[in-house]
């Protein structure tokens, strides 16, 4: 995910987006700690994608105020 990508989306998207990869998150640290986690690289890209999210939407925040 490509945060020009994220820029397109509304707000109401970017929120959706956020709730699904939390929930993923989850689950991808439950599959971790019961050793059943085969794509380790996807729990980081996960964090990443959560905190690229959050920044677009902290900035649009801080310039609609």
């Known amino acids: 995910m490509k945060a020009s990508d994220l820029k397109t ?3 109401d998207e970017l929120k959706d987006e956020l709730i699904g ?3 993923e ?3 991808l640290r439950f599959q ?3 050793g059943q986690l085969e794509n380790t690289a996807r ?3 996960v ?3 959560i ?3 959050k ?3 902290g900035g649009r925040t801080t310039t609609a105020s």
């Open 47 to 49: 964090r990443r994608d």
């Open 51 to 53: 905190a690229r999210i």
């Open 32 to 34: 971790r700690a019961s």
């Open 9 to 11: 989306k509304t707000q």
């Open 43 to 45: 729990v980081r890209q």
């Open 55 to 57: 920044t677009v939407l």
């Open 25 to 27: 998150a989850f689950n």
């Open 21 to 23: 990869l939390r929930k």
